[in-house]
């Protein structure tokens, strides 16, 4: 929608009438979902646990700067292949929250060393899938970016039995068997828009496709997803906080643009721009990939109220209460040290006018308890 169309919108009632300056719409959900925070929370502990140890990460931890960034500052070494990581054996890795292959797996067996799986649980449920299918005799049809790391991993799987999709372009050049003996899995952090599109482009091709046990898409990538496609129409901007590698990130930004709104995606504060607040009294969604620390959300916000003077109004949407096991390895290090593994330790703070710049109001915006459907 054009701003001239919004600001017509906003004459009629439609939309509240700001008197000065900027207006924050700071949405819930956002930022870490519990795949992440278990990821990160798994280096956190193991950093506690093994004191003076370098500490690998085989990838990326989670595909955020500011995460990775201030894990290499306690000493954290992240590595593209595990025979970066120097001898002797019985040295730590994690593997990150997007999943590995096998073949990685067996690769830290043969160097002897000490794996603990971050992957996040939603992943290792389409790793399961694809492996139940292979074994059924399916191909598989996985709908992805074919160079990011979860699909890499889930790849790995069943090599033989794997095509990956990313546009239904690649449709024609696909080598099927038995069209009667196809199903599809999906990339967990897809948009639910563009992986519906594959789908129904896959359906129309291939009528017997087999829809997998239930949706692979994170339930939080669905949720902030929900979320912009809810908002974004009510705003001049959308600012989406998140790293350029972040997949959920970079979709987020693109459903704002679908539903007519312009948006940014920024790592943090610094890259905010005074040219996209040209009246000082713009209407500004604020939210965040699923791999962002809520204080670079804080910052920005605390900035928007000493510069343009903002309010901001905390919109509930989702209410999310899942909460992922730290990986058995790791549980079992803390038992054998008398500690207690305990529940993940992060979680998203109150929005005060120390953090955020003001204090918000909080409307619930839920239509109903639980988690939207895509």
């Known amino acids: ?15 509240p009438t700001l008197t000065s300056g900027v207006k924050i719409i700071l949405v819930h959900p956002r930022g870490f979902c519990a795949g992440v925070r278990m990821a990160i929370d798994v280096v956190d502990r193991v950093l506690e646990l093994f004191p003076g140890q370098t500490i690998h990460v085989f990838h990326e931890i989670v595909h955020n ?26 040295k730590i890795v994690v593997f990150s929250a997007h999943g590995i292959s096998p073949a990685v797996r067996r690769r830290a067996s043969e160097l002897g060393l000490v794996a603990i799986d971050a992957t996040c649980p939603l992943v290792t449920k389409v790793h399961s899938e694809a492996v139940r299918y292979a074994r059924q005799g399916y191909q598989i049809l996985l709908i992805g970016h074919r160079d990011h790391q979860e699909v890499v991993g889930t790849s790995g799987e069943a090599p033989d039995a794997i095509q990956v999709v990313e546009r239904p372009e690649d449709i024609p050049s696909l080598r099927i068997r038995d ?29 017997a496709i087999k ?29 989406v906080v998140g790293s350029r590698t972040s997949s959920n990130s970079v979709r987020l930004t693109e459903i704002a643009a679908t539903a007519g709104t312009p948006a940014k995606l920024i790592d943090d504060v610094s890259e905010l721009d005074p040219a996209w607040f040209p009246t000082g009294r713009e209407t500004v969604m604020v939210t965040a990939g699923a791999s962002a620390p ?5 910052d920005i916000c ?7 003077g903002a309010v901001i109004e905390q919109r509930e949407l989702v209410e999310e209460d899942v909460e992922f096991h730290l990986p058995g390895a790791l549980r079992r290090a803390m038992v054998e040290r008398g500690l207690s593994p305990g529940p993940s330790r992060i979680s998203m703070p109150l929005v005060t006018a ?21």
């Not at 000493?75 to 019985?90: N, R």
Request: charged share 30%; hydrophobic share 35%; proline share 6%.
């Open 1 to 15: 929608m054009s701003r001239w169309r919004r600001g017509a919108r906003r004459a009629r009632g439609e939309f």
């Open 65 to 90: 700067t500011h995460v990775v960034g201030r894990f290499e500052r306690r000493g954290v070494v992240f590595v593209d292949s595990l025979d970066d990581i120097p001898s002797p054996a019985g």
């Open 179 to 207: 069209p009667d003996q196809l199903v599809y899995l999906t990339q967990t952090t897809l948009s639910t828009d563009d992986a519906e599109v594959i789908i129904d482009a896959l359906r129309r091709a291939f009528p």
């Open 211 to 239: 829809d997998p046990p239930s949706s692979d898409i994170c339930y939080a990538t669905t949720n902030r997803q929900h979320a912009v496609r809810k908002v974004a129409p009510e705003c001049d901007l959308v600012l």
């Open 294 to 298: 809520e204080d670079l959300v804080a």
């Open 302 to 308: 605390k900035d928007l109220v000493g510069r343009h």
């Open 354 to 374: 120390d953090r955020y710049g003001a204090v918000a109001l909080t409307i619930d915006g839920r239509e109903a308890r639980g988690r939207p459907e895509a």
